[in-house]
């Protein structure tokens, strides 16, 4: 039989109960040690981690409270909080095993005990004590991750006056629970944003969860979002936690939310209201603190206006709004995130590179499209196939075309957005693969896109 590799302790004065106990289970545990007296117990933790100790109640002759043991168990807790504890003592009863319960014991032995009750009861303990460290592990882990995103996180790289305006908002409000509705067409650091505010934040040690909700199915929504219980409907064949759990005491960020359908809008809406959520096929409700943090290049605000999009939640979602300018609207920053993006890459290929003066005039030029996106793409692209030690324009396959473009002349996104479509579209002679990845959006996104704005006939 295999036995487990677990530490058990055997704290008793009783040299009958030490010898037979580790008789008994030595044959399940690979290391068993013992004490015949608990004044050398501290020291003995210092040394060595056990997942179990078996502690006598009563060691002074005469003397049957426990209280002696319950002080000793409450030491152990102190000086090894993951250590599970077993009381045992000849005087059992009731009241005795319910005060040792309350004060921490994983459970009460007494003595006399058979074979079969000790092995069950050391192994359920030792099975209680690996759950536990398993999950201490877990959390310690899940912390020291997102603290490593959090140093490594570089948010912004910007001087202008439009961007300094943004981190300044962004450390305003990052302390707070306020819901923030982030505004913003593709490519210009929405989720870069949404994790400077969870970073920033009472909740940055606890999970931030990013969910496309373009790129979620409307069948799929409450699976995905509150998740389901096995057997809830036809494919669910294993349980599945849903995004508001997974998210739970820290930061969701809703990406798209403007793609939302009024169906869809309802049932999220009332989870923002109410802060529970329920599993598909499951009636037990779910208690949620989570941080909402929604984002959306589509013109919301015409979309409540027409009744696209619904007003209460839109309020909702909207306690603060963090607007983030196009990259052609903050070109004092296009040579800051160049040499970024040149140093970074630079260094993830292997290579020594500098960039052209001219070139870094020229690229402040370009209108780019598909903003920081677009210009990181780029600076990668010319990167990895550059010959040379210094990048000129020729290493950039930039539109000629795009260069003339002059936005000043309309304001409204849509008509923006519909532009910069069917200039990609152009460029990309009709390959929607190509045009996609030329405006940092997914190849579904820019077909639904296409289709709202009539440029699939």
């Not at 000790?118 to 999950?135: G, H, M, S, W």
């Not at 923002?272 to 779910?286: E, Y």
Request: with cysteine; aromatic share 6%.
């Amino acid at each position: 039989m295999k036995k487990y590799s677990g530490h058990i302790l055997i704290v008793d004065d009783d040299e009958h109960v030490v010898l037979t106990s580790k008789v008994i289970l030595k044959n399940y545990f690979e290391n068993i040690e013992t004490l015949s007296t608990p004044k050398t117990l501290e020291s003995k933790l210092k040394q060595q981690d056990f997942d179990v100790i078996l502690l006598d109640m009563n060691f002074q002759a005469g003397v049957t409270s426990g209280n002696e043991g319950i002080f000793w168990m409450n030491r152990i807790h102190q000086l090894s909080p993951q250590t599970q504890v077993v009381m045992q003592t000849a005087y059992g009863d009731i009241e005795l095993a319910v005060k040792s319960i309350k004060e921490g014991a994983v459970d009460f032995l007494p003595k006399p005990w058979d074979k079969e009750k000790l092995v069950t009861t050391v192994l359920n303990a030792y099975q209680q004590a690996i759950a536990r460290k398993e999950n201490r592990e877990l959390k310690s882990k899940q912390k020291a991750l997102q603290h490593h995103l959090n140093q490594n996180h570089q948010p912004f790289i910007a001087s202008s006056a439009s961007m300094q305006s943004v981190i300044k908002t962004i450390e305003q409000v990052a302390s707070t629970d306020a819901n923030v509705l982030i505004l913003g067409e593709n490519g210009t650091g929405k989720e870069v944003a949404a994790r400077a505010l969870h970073s920033q934040s009472n909740r940055s040690e606890e999970p931030f969860i990013s969910v496309d909700l373009g790129a979620v199915p409307p069948s799929l929504f409450e699976s995905e979002m509150f998740g389901h219980e096995k057997g809830a409907f036809t494919d669910a064949k294993e349980p599945r936690i849903g995004k508001f759990e997974l998210a739970n005491r820290g930061t969701l960020f809703l990406d798209e939310i403007g793609n939302l359908s009024p169906e869809l809008q309802v049932k999220l809406l009332s989870v923002l209201q109410s802060r529970k959520v329920s599993k598909v096929g499951s009636n037990k409700v779910i208690d949620l603190d989570v941080r909402v943090i929604c984002a959306t290049n589509s013109p919301i605000y015409e979309a409540v206006k027409i009744g696209a999009f619904r007003q209460d939640l839109f309020y909702r979602i909207k306690t603060v709004e963090i607007k983030l300018p196009p990259l052609r609207e903050r070109k004092e920053d296009i040579p800051l995130l160049v040499n970024h993006y040149l140093l970074d890459f630079s260094k993830r290929y292997n290579k020594e590179l500098k960039v052209d003066s001219a070139l870094v005039s020229q690229l402040t030029k370009y209108h780019w499209p598909g903003n920081i996106r677009e210009l990181q793409h780029a600076v990668e692209r010319a990167v990895i196939l550059s010959k040379q030690s210094v990048l000129k324009q020729d290493d950039f396959q930039l539109s000629p075309s795009s260069e003339t473009i002059e936005p000043e002349k309309t304001l409204n996104l849509t008509s923006v957005e519909r532009e910069v479509i069917e200039q990609a579209v152009k460029k990309s002679n009709g390959n929607l693969t190509l045009a996609a990845e030329e405006l940092g959006i997914g190849r579904t996104t820019l077909y639904r896109k296409m289709e709202e704005y009539g440029l699939t006939k």
